[in-house]
């Protein structure tokens, strides 16, 4: 299984959105890799969260990368509005649109990460296919739409898979590419992910109900040893 070092992105979903700004420097001081930001549309998922605007604010707010998580139709309508507003690195669902292949080379022709996402009930048979045009493949580990539910561990299969893949593509650009996972991770599912071959987790409910986010933060990043 990888070497590589594990990354964390807090979710700002569990975040006081009263005090967004005190909350992404308060990420940003627990040593995070990433602020990932997710944007619901109400229709790929039944809940709403943060707009563009949210996501400039947060820019202005701390330097950390900002890991924008489009659940929404139609992302590729969207993409320069995050971009402009601080976007540095974007992911949209495969199940959200046709034109998967557009929508990555336009993120990447911007100069920004391109990331692409899958449901936990999506196959992932397919998925090499897109592996040149991508910097990271986001694997849902809950149903999308609301923070704090339950880590489904079949997906760890797709994930191991898909890190064998890109294993077996040592040595060529694809195989920096990034595995993320997103949905209950704590420092016990974190370690079921990593060792499927995930290199970067998104923790939301998890982060924000520890008394200290550091010691939370490094916590997570250990769970490969
Ligand atoms: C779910 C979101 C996640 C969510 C993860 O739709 O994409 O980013 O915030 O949060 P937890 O860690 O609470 O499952
Ligand atoms: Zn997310």
Avoid: W
């Amino acid at each position: 299984m990888p070497e590589a070092k594990v990354q964390v992105a807090a979710s700002i979903l569990s975040a006081d959105f009263g005090h967004l700004a005190d909350e992404a420097k308060r990420i940003e001081d627990a040593g995070a890799d990433a602020i990932h930001i997710d944007v619901m549309d109400g229709h790929f998922v039944p809940n709403f969260s943060l707009g563009a605007r949210a996501v400039e604010a947060i820019h202005r707010s701390c330097n950390l990368f900002l890991d924008v998580h489009l659940m929404i139709y139609n992302p590729f309508d969207y993409v320069e509005s995050f971009i402009a507003a601080g976007a540095d690195q974007i992911t949209f669902h495969f199940e959200a649109t046709e034109n998967v292949e557009d929508a990555l080379k336009f993120i990447r022709k911007c100069g920004k990460k391109a990331g692409l996402a899958f449901n936990p009930e999506t196959s992932s048979s397919f998925i090499s296919s897109f592996f040149h045009r991508c910097d990271l493949i986001l694997f849902l580990t809950v149903h999308p739409g609301f923070g704090g539910q339950r880590f489904l561990k079949d997906v760890a299969k797709k994930i191991q898979t898909t890190r064998e893949l890109l294993e077996r593509m040592q040595g060529r650009k694809e195989h920096a590419m990034d595995i993320q996972v997103d949905g209950g991770i704590n420092p016990e599912t974190a370690r079921i992910a990593v060792r499927a071959g995930a290199n970067y987790l998104v923790s939301g409910h998890y982060l924000f109900s520890q008394p200290n986010m550091k010691a939370a933060i490094e916590q997570l990043k250990g769970c490969a040893s």
